[in-house]
C-alpha cells in the first residue's frame, strides 16, 4: 500500500463548476497535510496547508481533513483554466521529521 | 524575495558519469531539502539539512550520492557514478523551519538523463 495514495486522473472539469480532489495517507500519526499545485516542467508551489480536522478555507480554494478516516481533499470553486495543473498531496509524518512523503499527483484539466 | 534556483536546469550525462546539481535556497531559510522524482512516480525526500548538518539523510538511495552544504548556504548534489536508474527530476526546497512555519518552498528542478 502506497503511504499516500491519488487518484492519477485525468480530472476534467468544466469551467465554473467544482473541483474535488482527493487523497488518502496510511500513517495515522501523520501530522501536516499539504496541497502543492504545479504546472507542467515548473517547481511545486504550495497552495494549501491543513493540520486540524475540519475545514480551512482561502479564497476559492477549501481543504477538508479527516484524521479518523485518513482522508484530506481539496476543493476548488468557480474553477477557472488556470488552475489546470498537477494537484500533489502531501502528508508531514510527525513534528520534528519534516520531510514530506508525496503522492504521486491528480491531473486536473478545466475544460472552457 | 527571491525563490529558490537550481542548476542546471537540464544534465544529460552517460552512465559512469559524474553530475553535481545545485541548490540556493532561499535567503535566511535555514532547512534545505533534497528530493527526487523517477519517470511516473511521486516525489520521494532525498535529505534534509539544517544549516551545514545532515538532520535526516533516510531517503538517499547508496552510497553513489552525495550531499553537502557548505557554511549552511547553498547545497550540492554529486552523483557518482551515475546509473540509468538515476535519471529523474531532483527538486531542492528550502524552509524557515520557525515554529508554526514548516512552509517548504520548492525549487524548479534539475531534470538528469543517464544515457
Known amino acids: 500500500q502506497k503511504e499516500v495514495e491519488q487518484n492519477s486522473g485525468p480530472l476534467s472539469v468544466p469551467e465554473g463548476a467544482i473541483a474535488s480532489l482527493n487523497c488518502t495517507y496510511s500513517d495515522r500519526g501523520s501530522q501536516s497535510f499539504f496541497w502543492y499545485r504545479q504546472y507542467s516542467g515548473k517547481s511545486p508551489e504550495l497552495i494549501m496547508s491543513i493540520y486540524s480536522n475540519g475545514d480551512k478555507e482561502d479564497g476559492r480554494f477549501t481543504a477538508q481533513l479527516n484524521k479518523a478516516s485518513q482522508y484530506v481533499s481539496l476543493l476548488i470553486r468557480d474553477s477557472q483554466p488556470s488552475d489546470s495543473a498537477t494537484y500533489l498531496c502531501a502528508v508531514n509524518a510527525d513534528f520534528g521529521n519534516e520531510k514530506l512523503t508525496f503522492g504521486t499527483g491528480t491531473r486536473l484539466t478545466i475544460i472552457p | 524575495e527571491a525563490g529558490v534556483t537550481q542548476f542546471p536546469s537540464h544534465s544529460v550525462i552517460e552512465k559512469g558519469q559524474t553530475v553535481t546539481l545545485r541548490c540556493d535556497p532561499i535567503?535566511?531559510?535555514?532547512?534545505l531539502y533534497w528530493y527526487r522524482r523517477v519517470m511516473g512516480k511521486e516525489i520521494k525526500f532525498l535529505l534534509h539539512f539544517v544549516k551545514e548538518s545532515k538532520q535526516d539523510e533516510s531517503g538517499m538511495p547508496n552510497n553513489r550520492f552525495l550531499a553537502e552544504r557548505t557554511g549552511g548556504t547553498y547545497s550540492t548534489l554529486k552523483v557518482q557514478p551515475a546509473e540509468l536508474e538515476d535519471s529523474g527530476v531532483y527538486f531542492c526546497?528550502?524552509?524557515?523551519?520557525?515554529?508554526?512555519?514548516?512552509?517548504?518552498?520548492f525549487g524548479p528542478g534539475t531534470r538528469l538523463t543517464v544515457l
Open positions: 526546497a528550502s524552509s524557515r523551519g520557525l515554529a508554526g512555519d514548516d512552509t517548504q518552498y
Open positions: 535567503s535566511g531559510h535555514d532547512n
